[in-house]
Protein backbone atom coordinates (compact mmCIF):
# COMPACT_ATOMS: atom_id res chain seq x y z
CA UNK A 1 0.00 0.00 0.00
CA UNK A 2 1.65 3.57 -0.84
CA UNK A 3 0.27 7.12 0.20
CA UNK A 4 0.55 10.04 -1.86
CA UNK A 5 1.74 13.37 -0.29
CA UNK A 6 0.84 16.70 -1.44
CA UNK A 7 2.13 19.70 0.14
CA UNK A 8 2.20 18.26 3.17
CA UNK A 9 -1.71 16.53 3.15
CA UNK A 10 -1.92 12.48 3.21
CA UNK A 11 -4.03 11.47 0.47
CA UNK A 12 -5.30 7.74 0.64
CA UNK A 13 -4.25 5.70 -2.01
CA UNK A 14 -6.89 3.84 -3.74
CA UNK A 15 -5.46 0.69 -2.62
CA UNK A 16 -6.71 1.86 1.29
CA UNK A 17 -10.39 1.82 0.39
CA UNK A 18 -12.31 -1.22 0.48
CA UNK A 19 -12.45 -3.51 -2.57
CA UNK A 20 -13.81 -1.71 -6.15
CA UNK A 21 -13.85 1.43 -4.40
CA UNK A 22 -12.61 4.87 -5.44
CA UNK A 23 -12.47 8.87 -5.13
CA UNK A 24 -15.68 10.05 -6.10
CA UNK A 25 -15.20 12.68 -8.84
CA UNK A 26 -17.86 15.43 -7.17
CA UNK A 27 -16.04 15.47 -4.10
CA UNK A 28 -14.43 18.38 -2.89
CA UNK A 29 -12.15 18.65 -0.42
CA UNK A 30 -10.81 22.29 1.14
CA UNK A 31 -7.23 23.25 2.27
CA UNK A 32 -8.20 24.00 5.04
CA UNK A 33 -10.07 20.62 5.94
CA UNK A 34 -12.95 22.63 8.23
CA UNK A 35 -16.31 21.89 5.79
CA UNK A 36 -16.20 19.30 3.40
CA UNK A 37 -19.18 18.54 1.28
CA UNK A 38 -19.93 15.01 -0.23
CA UNK A 39 -23.73 15.15 -1.56
CA UNK A 40 -24.92 15.19 -5.42
CA UNK A 41 -28.98 16.02 -3.45
CA UNK A 42 -30.06 18.42 -1.36
CA UNK A 43 -32.81 16.11 -0.31
CA UNK A 44 -30.26 13.88 2.41
CA UNK A 45 -29.93 14.77 5.80
CA UNK A 46 -27.15 16.75 6.49
CA UNK A 47 -25.15 15.14 8.67
CA UNK A 48 -21.53 16.93 10.42
CA UNK A 49 -18.40 14.60 10.70
CA UNK A 50 -16.53 16.19 14.08
CA UNK A 51 -12.90 14.23 13.60
CA UNK A 52 -10.55 13.87 17.09
CA UNK A 53 -7.77 11.72 15.34
CA UNK A 54 -7.35 8.48 17.15
CA UNK A 55 -6.77 5.02 14.79
CA UNK A 56 -9.53 5.75 12.61
CA UNK A 57 -6.97 8.35 11.41
CA UNK A 58 -3.84 6.70 11.63
CA UNK A 59 -1.10 6.10 9.23
CA UNK A 60 1.87 3.87 9.36
CA UNK A 61 4.75 3.04 6.18
CA UNK A 62 3.95 -0.53 6.73
CA UNK A 63 0.15 -1.85 5.41
CA UNK A 64 0.04 -4.92 7.91
CA UNK A 65 1.47 -3.08 10.93
CA UNK A 66 -1.67 -2.81 13.26
CA UNK A 67 -0.10 -1.55 16.80
CA UNK A 68 2.81 0.72 15.69
CA UNK A 69 1.25 3.21 13.55
CA UNK A 70 1.37 7.36 14.18
CA UNK A 71 -2.45 8.05 15.23
CA UNK A 72 -4.24 11.26 14.29
CA UNK A 73 -1.88 11.49 11.11
CA UNK A 74 -5.07 11.85 8.51
CA UNK A 75 -7.58 14.70 8.60
CA UNK A 76 -11.27 14.63 8.53
CA UNK A 77 -10.69 15.42 4.17
CA UNK A 78 -8.93 12.12 3.77
CA UNK A 79 -11.14 10.33 6.25
CA UNK A 80 -14.50 11.46 3.98
CA UNK A 81 -12.69 11.39 0.39
CA UNK A 82 -11.91 7.65 1.38
CA UNK A 83 -15.83 6.70 1.64
CA UNK A 84 -17.37 7.71 -1.42
CA UNK A 85 -20.39 6.12 -0.86
CA UNK A 86 -21.50 7.99 2.25
CA UNK A 87 -22.69 10.93 -0.27
CA UNK A 88 -25.56 8.18 -1.14
CA UNK A 89 -26.60 8.35 2.50
CA UNK A 90 -26.33 12.05 3.79
CA UNK A 91 -24.49 15.32 2.77
CA UNK A 92 -21.92 14.94 4.74
CA UNK A 93 -19.15 17.82 5.98
CA UNK A 94 -16.09 17.58 8.13
CA UNK A 95 -14.72 19.35 10.68
CA UNK A 96 -11.32 18.97 12.39
CA UNK A 97 -11.91 19.19 16.53
CA UNK A 98 -8.79 17.49 17.25
CA UNK A 99 -6.54 15.54 15.83
CA UNK A 100 -5.03 13.35 18.70
CA UNK A 101 -4.86 9.88 20.06
CA UNK A 102 -7.78 9.26 22.44
CA UNK A 103 -5.10 8.61 25.55
CA UNK A 104 -4.20 12.52 25.29
CA UNK A 105 -8.19 13.63 25.18
CA UNK A 106 -8.26 16.13 27.95
CA UNK A 107 -11.07 18.11 29.87
CA UNK A 108 -10.94 21.42 27.88
CA UNK A 109 -11.21 18.98 24.30
CA UNK A 110 -14.45 17.29 26.01
CA UNK A 111 -15.53 20.50 26.45
CA UNK A 112 -14.91 21.98 22.94
CA UNK A 113 -16.07 18.89 21.42
CA UNK A 114 -19.32 19.18 23.28
CA UNK A 115 -19.86 22.73 22.93
CA UNK A 116 -19.45 22.66 19.19
CA UNK A 117 -22.07 19.62 19.04
CA UNK A 118 -24.68 21.35 20.55
CA UNK A 119 -24.06 24.67 18.86
CA UNK A 120 -24.32 22.32 15.39
CA UNK A 121 -27.51 20.48 16.54
CA UNK A 122 -29.29 23.97 17.55
CA UNK A 123 -29.27 24.65 13.67
CA UNK A 124 -32.11 23.22 11.38
CA UNK A 125 -30.02 22.09 8.54
CA UNK A 126 -27.99 19.74 10.64
CA UNK A 127 -29.83 16.31 10.86
CA UNK A 128 -26.98 14.47 12.91
CA UNK A 129 -23.31 14.16 14.16
CA UNK A 130 -20.40 12.12 14.06
CA UNK A 131 -17.53 12.12 15.73
CA UNK A 132 -14.44 10.01 15.09
CA UNK A 133 -12.61 9.47 18.00
CA UNK A 134 -9.87 6.76 19.11
CA UNK A 135 -10.66 3.97 20.72
CA UNK A 136 -8.62 3.87 24.04
CA UNK A 137 -10.86 6.50 25.58
CA UNK A 138 -13.74 6.31 23.33
CA UNK A 139 -16.60 5.53 26.35
CA UNK A 140 -15.37 7.95 28.46
CA UNK A 141 -15.94 10.37 25.64
CA UNK A 142 -19.39 8.74 24.40
CA UNK A 143 -20.85 8.93 27.98
CA UNK A 144 -19.91 12.71 28.51
CA UNK A 145 -21.84 13.65 25.45
CA UNK A 146 -24.27 11.51 26.81
CA UNK A 147 -24.76 13.63 29.73
CA UNK A 148 -24.35 17.09 27.84
CA UNK A 149 -25.49 16.98 24.66
CA UNK A 150 -28.99 19.00 24.48
CA UNK A 151 -30.27 17.17 21.47
CA UNK A 152 -32.63 14.53 20.19
CA UNK A 153 -31.06 14.47 17.02
CA UNK A 154 -28.57 11.43 16.74
CA UNK A 155 -24.71 11.55 17.76
CA UNK A 156 -22.80 8.55 17.22
CA UNK A 157 -19.23 7.96 17.94
CA UNK A 158 -16.69 5.98 16.07
CA UNK A 159 -13.16 4.58 15.50
CA UNK A 160 -11.54 1.31 13.97
CA UNK A 161 -9.09 -0.67 15.48
CA UNK A 162 -6.75 -0.98 12.80
CA UNK A 163 -5.45 2.18 10.84
CA UNK A 164 -6.11 3.52 7.58
CA UNK A 165 -3.20 2.04 6.08
CA UNK A 166 -3.64 -1.39 7.27
CA UNK A 167 -4.69 -4.48 5.09
CA UNK A 168 -8.48 -4.87 5.85
CA UNK A 169 -8.93 -1.62 7.69
CA UNK A 170 -12.34 -1.24 9.66
CA UNK A 171 -11.94 2.38 9.66
CA UNK A 172 -13.63 3.22 6.04
CA UNK A 173 -17.11 0.83 6.73
CA UNK A 174 -17.25 1.58 10.26
CA UNK A 175 -17.25 5.00 9.15
CA UNK A 176 -20.04 4.73 6.65
CA UNK A 177 -21.86 2.89 8.96
CA UNK A 178 -21.85 5.88 11.57
CA UNK A 179 -23.19 8.03 8.93
CA UNK A 180 -26.35 5.69 8.48
CA UNK A 181 -27.24 5.49 11.54
CA UNK A 182 -27.14 9.27 12.36
CA UNK A 183 -28.89 9.82 9.60
CA UNK A 184 -31.45 7.07 10.64
CA UNK A 185 -35.01 9.00 12.19
CA UNK A 186 -34.72 5.46 14.71
CA UNK A 187 -31.73 6.88 16.02
CA UNK A 188 -33.31 9.81 17.51
CA UNK A 189 -33.78 10.21 21.08
CA UNK A 190 -31.46 7.24 22.27
CA UNK A 191 -28.35 9.17 23.67
CA UNK A 192 -24.87 9.18 22.26
CA UNK A 193 -24.40 5.61 20.03
CA UNK A 194 -21.36 3.64 19.23
CA UNK A 195 -20.24 1.82 16.48
CA UNK A 196 -18.13 -0.35 15.25
CA UNK A 197 -17.85 -3.72 14.14
CA UNK A 198 -21.44 -3.57 12.95
CA UNK A 199 -22.98 -3.11 16.28
CA UNK A 200 -24.53 -0.35 18.37
CA UNK A 201 -23.66 0.24 21.53
CA UNK A 202 -25.30 2.93 23.65
CA UNK A 203 -22.99 5.35 25.24
CA UNK A 204 -23.92 4.49 29.05
CA UNK A 205 -23.44 0.81 28.80
CA UNK A 206 -20.49 0.26 26.01
CA UNK A 207 -16.77 -0.39 26.81
CA UNK A 208 -13.71 -1.66 25.52
CA UNK A 209 -12.62 -5.11 26.14
CA UNK A 210 -9.59 -6.08 24.50
CA UNK A 211 -6.62 -4.30 23.35
CA UNK A 212 -6.34 -5.16 19.77
CA UNK A 213 -9.49 -7.34 18.32
CA UNK A 214 -12.14 -5.12 15.69
CA UNK A 215 -15.26 -6.93 18.00
CA UNK A 216 -13.52 -5.43 21.06
CA UNK A 217 -16.17 -2.88 22.02
CA UNK A 218 -19.04 -5.15 23.74
CA UNK A 219 -21.88 -4.53 26.54
CA UNK A 220 -21.63 -7.64 28.25
CA UNK A 221 -24.67 -6.79 31.03
CA UNK A 222 -27.26 -5.19 29.27
CA UNK A 223 -26.06 -5.60 25.50
CA UNK A 224 -26.35 -3.88 22.09
CA UNK A 225 -29.12 -1.44 21.18
CA UNK A 226 -28.93 -2.56 17.67
CA UNK A 227 -26.43 -3.59 14.70
CA UNK A 228 -26.59 -3.17 11.24
CA UNK A 229 -26.90 -5.49 8.79
CA UNK A 230 -27.17 -6.57 5.58
CA UNK A 231 -27.03 -2.37 5.08
CA UNK A 232 -29.87 -1.47 7.26
CA UNK A 233 -29.67 -0.01 10.94
CA UNK A 234 -31.87 -1.87 13.09
CA UNK A 235 -32.45 -1.13 16.51
CA UNK A 236 -33.60 -3.93 19.15
CA UNK A 237 -33.07 -2.02 22.78
CA UNK A 238 -33.29 1.98 24.20
CA UNK A 239 -31.26 3.26 27.28
CA UNK A 240 -33.33 3.47 29.99
CA UNK A 241 -31.30 6.03 31.96
CA UNK A 242 -31.47 9.34 31.83
CA UNK A 243 -29.62 11.14 28.86
CA UNK A 244 -29.02 14.23 26.36
CA UNK A 245 -32.21 16.55 26.69
CA UNK A 246 -33.26 14.46 29.88
CA UNK A 247 -29.86 15.23 31.75
CA UNK A 248 -29.16 18.50 34.37
CA UNK A 249 -26.00 18.69 33.05
CA UNK A 250 -24.65 21.74 30.98
CA UNK A 251 -21.44 23.00 29.71
CA UNK A 252 -22.48 25.69 27.79
CA UNK A 253 -20.85 28.41 30.07
CA UNK A 254 -18.00 25.97 32.05
CA UNK A 255 -14.39 26.47 30.77
CA UNK A 256 -12.99 23.43 33.17
CA UNK A 257 -14.34 20.89 35.21
CA UNK A 258 -13.41 19.51 38.62
CA UNK A 259 -9.98 17.14 38.76
CA UNK A 260 -11.08 13.89 39.58
CA UNK A 261 -8.91 11.14 39.88
CA UNK A 262 -9.09 7.29 39.83
CA UNK A 263 -6.98 5.00 42.40
CA UNK A 264 -6.77 1.55 41.42
CA UNK A 265 -7.19 -1.18 44.85
CA UNK A 266 -4.57 -4.08 44.79
CA UNK A 267 -2.70 -6.33 47.58
CA UNK A 268 -1.03 -4.55 50.20
CA UNK A 269 -2.31 -1.43 49.29
CA UNK A 270 -1.61 1.47 50.89
CA UNK A 271 -3.25 5.16 51.83
CA UNK A 272 -0.71 7.29 50.33
CA UNK A 273 -2.60 7.76 46.97
CA UNK A 274 -5.12 9.27 48.50
CA UNK A 275 -3.19 11.27 50.42
CA UNK A 276 -1.33 12.41 47.24
CA UNK A 277 -4.67 13.04 45.63
CA UNK A 278 -6.32 15.23 48.35
CA UNK A 279 -2.87 17.26 47.90
CA UNK A 280 -2.56 18.03 44.32
CA UNK A 281 -6.64 19.06 44.60
CA UNK A 282 -8.91 16.50 43.61
CA UNK A 283 -12.28 16.86 44.12
CA UNK A 284 -13.24 14.08 43.79
CA UNK A 285 -11.67 10.10 43.97
CA UNK A 286 -12.98 7.27 42.23
CA UNK A 287 -12.08 3.60 43.99
CA UNK A 288 -11.73 0.93 41.38
CA UNK A 289 -12.10 -1.52 43.70
CA UNK A 290 -11.85 -5.43 44.19
CA UNK A 291 -15.12 -7.61 43.73
CA UNK A 292 -18.06 -5.15 44.76
CA UNK A 293 -16.18 -2.18 45.61
CA UNK A 294 -14.17 -3.04 48.41
CA UNK A 295 -11.14 -1.84 50.09
CA UNK A 296 -8.73 -2.51 52.25
CA UNK A 297 -8.12 -1.14 55.56
CA UNK A 298 -5.26 1.12 54.88
CA UNK A 299 -7.10 2.24 52.02
CA UNK A 300 -10.38 2.80 53.58
CA UNK A 301 -8.31 4.73 55.96
CA UNK A 302 -7.02 6.91 53.01
CA UNK A 303 -10.56 7.58 51.45
CA UNK A 304 -12.64 8.58 54.92
CA UNK A 305 -9.38 11.50 55.82
CA UNK A 306 -10.12 13.14 51.70
CA UNK A 307 -14.12 12.88 52.66
CA UNK A 308 -13.52 14.89 55.85
CA UNK A 309 -11.08 17.38 53.96
CA UNK A 310 -14.04 17.57 51.51
CA UNK A 311 -13.45 15.10 48.66
CA UNK A 312 -16.46 13.20 47.49
CA UNK A 313 -15.27 9.33 47.38
CA UNK A 314 -17.20 7.10 44.77
CA UNK A 315 -16.55 3.75 44.51
CA UNK A 316 -16.61 1.51 41.56
CA UNK A 317 -14.77 -2.09 40.77
CA UNK A 318 -12.07 -2.91 38.58
CA UNK A 319 -14.23 -6.48 38.06
CA UNK A 320 -15.33 -5.02 34.75
CA UNK A 321 -19.11 -5.88 34.94
CA UNK A 322 -21.81 -5.79 37.18
CA UNK A 323 -23.51 -3.15 39.88
CA UNK A 324 -21.64 -2.43 43.06
CA UNK A 325 -24.26 -2.47 45.52
CA UNK A 326 -24.68 0.51 48.25
CA UNK A 327 -24.36 -0.63 51.60
CA UNK A 328 -25.52 0.91 54.95
CA UNK A 329 -21.06 1.16 55.60
CA UNK A 330 -21.52 3.63 52.73
CA UNK A 331 -23.80 6.53 54.11
CA UNK A 332 -22.11 5.68 57.23
CA UNK A 333 -18.76 6.72 55.56
CA UNK A 334 -20.39 9.44 53.19
CA UNK A 335 -19.12 7.14 49.93
CA UNK A 336 -21.02 6.95 46.95
CA UNK A 337 -21.71 4.16 44.97
CA UNK A 338 -21.23 4.20 41.01
CA UNK A 339 -23.80 1.55 40.41
CA UNK A 340 -22.83 -0.53 37.08
CA UNK A 341 -20.59 2.44 35.95
CA UNK A 342 -16.95 1.45 35.64
CA UNK A 343 -14.64 3.67 37.34
CA UNK A 344 -13.89 5.51 33.59
CA UNK A 345 -17.25 6.78 33.02
CA UNK A 346 -18.05 6.94 37.08
CA UNK A 347 -15.10 9.53 36.92
CA UNK A 348 -17.01 11.45 33.84
CA UNK A 349 -20.09 11.69 35.81
CA UNK A 350 -18.49 12.62 38.93
CA UNK A 351 -17.03 15.30 37.38
CA UNK A 352 -20.24 16.88 36.21
CA UNK A 353 -22.25 15.76 39.51
CA UNK A 354 -19.25 18.54 41.28
CA UNK A 355 -20.33 21.12 38.97
CA UNK A 356 -23.78 20.67 40.62
CA UNK A 357 -22.77 19.88 44.11
CA UNK A 358 -20.66 18.30 46.81
CA UNK A 359 -23.39 16.98 48.58
CA UNK A 360 -22.75 12.93 48.49
CA UNK A 361 -26.22 12.09 49.03
CA UNK A 362 -27.32 14.35 45.84
CA UNK A 363 -24.70 12.67 44.21
CA UNK A 364 -25.74 9.15 44.64
CA UNK A 365 -29.20 10.46 43.00
CA UNK A 366 -27.32 11.13 40.28
CA UNK A 367 -25.80 7.62 39.78
CA UNK A 368 -29.18 5.86 40.44
CA UNK A 369 -30.21 7.99 38.10
CA UNK A 370 -28.03 8.48 35.18
Keep these: M ?19 IGISADATTTKSGTAVSHSEKTDLPNI ?13 DSDTDTTG ?40 TLLKLAKRINTLLA ?28 SQKPVVIVGSMRPATAISADGPLNLYNAVEIASSKEAKNKGVLVTLNDRIGA ?21 YVGEIAGGKVVFYNEPTRK ?15 PQVDILYTYQNDNRY ?4 AVKAGAKGIVVAGSGNGSMSETALN ?53 TKTKDPKKIQEYFNEY
Design 2 to 20: KLKRNLGITILSATLLLSG
Design 48 to 60: KILATGGTIAGSS
Design 69 to 108: YKAGALGVETLIEAVPQMKKVADVSGEQIANVGSQNMDNS
Design 123 to 150: LKDVDGIVVTHGTDTLEETAYFLNLVVK
Design 203 to 223: ARYITKTNTTATDTFKSTEQG
Design 243 to 257: HTTKSIFNVSKLDKL
Design 273 to 276: LYDA
Design 302 to 354: GAKDAVKKGVVITKSSRVGSGVVTHEASDDKDKFVTSDSLNPQKARILLMLAL
